[in-house]
């Protein structure tokens, strides 16, 4: 399976931003399809509902960016459905790009193959910026709409990622820097599945519960535009640099005296902390050491995860473990009972806010967040069809 982590390893870290759709109207159902003239290798035909209720058509901007498989390149979609390499020409807009298309004059569209980002931007633009990368090739600066500094910090808006590959279509919804605009997608093809769709009043009960909380209120930001996610509030100093020290401790003393057994498919790895305060496993999975707070919140540091099929899994079911908080009342992992999830004093009360309150119980809360499948995550081998729903508002 194609996770989260995968899916965004194959766009680059600087990259990724463009457009799509059309009709008119307040709380429409808009959508724009793909007729074969336009199609790209690939085409997989795209339609935008706004069912937000509050914002017409004309104040929804798309952005549809990433990296062209075949090339490398980062790309756009542009409004005639061609994946178009970025250009540092392109900043015409006072130094930034225009690759804004109002879904009330947007025409039929569809994902060619790639990997990217389906950006929503509402009332405003998107401040995208193309820059010569690293490697000497041209490359998309994207919003960091957590980043107060940021040129898109005032702009309501959110995404949906996705590679779209000859073998398939893979996609979710994505909380793990921040929310603000409530984004559902549907896929059509093997079968019909749909994930990210919140509960009646939703969003407003996602901003309550995390406005309510002694800890996690500093990440709501204060005009109700956005709820950074706790990592980058750490970085930002808006949220305590140890929260979860004592939970971390707690795990360290417990599995020094204690197995700990981590099922992946590659089989059932043991493992206790040793001497040098390390999580030391059998079967050759790399010794990891003692996280911070910050390397829960962002699953990174100690706790990464290489691509390497044996401590990469063991790392991810230990990252979920924490952000969860069930790593000390179960000592087989990973847990798939959600209702022994964020139990905890201590625990990422920011990603159970998001799975309260979507109907299917799943979201990405954090990078880890598809162990055991919780993540709101859908792909198909065959896919037909995709669909982007702004829900209600």
Not at 259 to 284: E, I, K, P, W, Y
């Amino acid at each position: 399976m194609i996770s989260r982590r995968t899916l965004l390893g194959t766009a680059s870290a600087a990259a990724l931003g463009i457009p799509l759709l059309g009709a008119s109207g307040c709380a429409s159902s808009t959508s724009a399809g793909l007729t074969s003239s336009q199609a790209a290798a690939g085409a997989l035909p795209l339609t935008v509902v706004n069912n937000s209720g509050r914002f017409p058509d004309s104040a929804v901007r798309l952005y549809i960016v990433g990296t062209n498989l075949e090339t490398g390149e980062q790309s756009y979609v542009n409004r005639d459905g061609a994946l178009t390499p970025v250009r540092e020409s392109d900043n015409t807009d006072g130094g930034f790009t225009d690759y804004a298309i109002p879904l009330s004059e947007a025409g039929d569209l569809a994902l060619p193959f790639m990997s990217g980002r389906i950006y929503v931007a509402l009332e405003d633009k998107l401040r995208f910026k193309v820059v010569t990368g690293g490697d000497g090739r041209a490359a998309l600066q994207y919003p960091a709409g957590w980043v107060s500094s940021d040129p898109n910090f005032g702009v309501l808006h959110d995404t949906v990622e996705f590679t779209h590959n000859d073998t398939g279509m893979y996609c979710n919804t994505t909380m793990v820097d921040q929310f603000s605009v409530p984004l559902a997608i549907e896929l059509n093809g093997e079968q019909d599945q749909t994930t990210g769709t919140l509960v009646e009043g939703g969003r407003e009960a996602i901003f309550a519960a995390i406005a309510a909380d002694p800890v996690f209120s500093s990440l709501v930001v204060a005009d109700g535009r956005r709820i950074i996610a706790p990592g980058h509030g750490l970085d930002a100093g808006l949220f305590p640099a140890d929260y979860y020290a004592p939970y971390i401790d707690e795990v360290w003393s417990h599995y020094a005296s204690n197995d700990l057994r981590v099922t992946t498919n590659a089989g059932t790895f043991t493992g206790r902390v040793d001497g040098s305060g390390q999580f030391v496993f059998d079967g050759g999975v790399a010794p990891i050491g003692k996280p911070s707070t910050r390397d829960v919140f962002f699953c990174d540091g100690a706790l990464a995860a290489p691509n390497d099929g044996i401590t990469g899994p063991v790392a991810a079911i230990l990252g979920a473990g924490f952000n969860r908080s069930t790593l000390v009342t179960a000592s087989e992992q990973p847990t798939r009972d959600p209702a022994t999830f964020y139990q905890a004093d201590v625990t990422n009360r920011y990603s159970k806010a998001f799975h309260d309150h979507t109907e299917d119980g799943k979201a990405y809360g954090f990078a880890f967040d598809d162990v055991a499948e919780f993540a709101s995550y859908i792909q198909d081998h065959a896919p037909a069809s995709f669909t982007v729903t702004l829900t209600p508002y």
